[in-house]
């Protein structure tokens, strides 16, 4: 919503939302969480090179084709150009590349975003205000996070009461997909879109979605940015309302006190910046790309501090 004009513009939110679904039916991509707010975009995403090694070289063209043709192209001139560049093997390798690359994504998504804004609003130049900031998530721990980050931007920029009314957001989508399908809450977490299967996580649906309800109640009682409502929701039918206030089992898994899951949650973007996991790792990548420190070192260490110690046998 424009405050000066009076002008909504969420009908871009939903321009976000169907090019991302729409970029990652072709790329090597899944995608782990979304949330298209009003001035800017939040993505958790997996990449893997090894998605695209299994596409034929046909399939590898015409993703690409999906992605760069122009529109008055015939399917006869389709055909002629897919043949001619079957005969390059190096641009076909330079092609798979790019289908796993996170830059060539985000590219693919800008700059359609701001063909259609710049068109609605009759003018031409730069939309986004700057290239995208990426960070690299080295655990599940990290990976876990940051998709609890992601979902829950709506919440804690008080644009919503609730998860359900969470607009544009892929944990409002995980919530109607699992009312018209409450057989699966208890499967294994799958991507919202992209690379169909099972993530690396390992933990059911029912689960993640406790741990974003469980998350978004006690990130700040007593401030603005948390769950509220007693409003009938899918929640209620998975029982995760009644035990919304009792520490997730997924916490015991990674030795997490509660201080240290809403502190790693809340530092997703300020605590940390290049990549998130812990200390160690950090190190270690640090290390790899030839530096001696990356910003999130200090913080890791001071989340491994504050993990719950082991309950006596």
């Given at each position: 919503?424009?405050?000066?004009?009076?002008?909504?513009?969420?009908?871009?939110?939903?321009?976000?939302?169907?090019?991302?679904?729409?970029?990652?039916?072709?790329?090597?991509?899944?995608?782990?969480?979304?949330?298209?707010?009003?001035?800017?975009?939040?993505?958790?995403?997996?990449?893997?090179?090894a998605w695209v090694e299994q596409w034929s070289d046909v399939e590898c063209l015409d993703r690409w084709q999906r992605l760069y043709c122009p529109a008055d192209y015939s399917e006869q001139q389709k055909v002629n150009r897919l043949t001619a560049w079957l005969c390059q093997p190096e641009r076909i390798a330079q092609i798979r590349q790019r289908l796993a690359s996170v830059s060539e994504f985000m590219k693919c998504l800008n700059e359609h975003i701001?063909?259609?804004?710049?068109?609605?609003?009759?003018?031409?130049?730069?939309?986004?205000?700057?290239?995208?900031?990426?960070?690299?998530?080295?655990?599940?721990?990290?990976?876990l996070s940051a998709m609890v980050y992601v979902d829950l931007n709506p919440i804690r920029a008080a644009m919503a009461p609730d998860l359900e009314s969470s607009d544009y957001t892929s944990i409002q989508q995980r919530l109607r997909e699992t009312a018209e399908r409450l057989g699966d809450v208890d499967k294994l977490l799958k991507p919202v879109a992209g690379v169909p299967g099972e993530l690396a996580l390992g933990i059911s649906l029912r689960h993640y979605l406790g741990l974003v309800y469980w998350t978004g109640r006690v990130m700040h009682p007593t401030k603005r940015g948390k769950i509220e409502g007693t409003a009938p929701s899918v929640l209620d039918v998975l029982d995760l309302r009644e035990?919304?206030?009792?520490?997730?089992?997924?916490?015991?898994?990674?030795?997490?006190?509660?201080?240290?899951?809403?502190?790693?949650?809340?530092?997703?973007?300020?605590?940390?910046?290049?990549?998130?996991?812990?200390?160690?790792?950090?190190l270690d990548y640090a290390e790899d790309i030839g530096q001696r420190w990356l910003q999130g070192i200090g913080v890791a260490r001071l989340l491994n501090e504050r993990r719950a110690r082991p309950k006596p046998v």
């Open positions: 919503m424009d405050w000066l004009t009076g002008k909504s513009y969420d009908h871009r939110r939903d321009w976000v939302v169907v090019r991302v679904n729409e970029l990652a039916s072709i790329f090597a991509v899944r995608v782990l969480a979304y949330a298209a707010m009003s001035n800017h975009l939040h993505l958790a995403l997996e990449f893997d090179p701001a063909r259609l804004a710049n068109l609605e609003d009759g003018c031409t130049g730069r939309f986004w205000e700057g290239r995208f900031k990426c960070q690299r998530l080295l655990d599940e721990q990290a990976v035990n919304g206030e009792q520490r997730p089992a997924l916490l015991d898994r990674f030795a997490l006190s509660v201080r240290a899951w809403t502190h790693q949650v809340k530092g997703t973007e300020s605590d940390f910046y290049r990549v998130i996991g812990a200390a160690e790792q950090i």
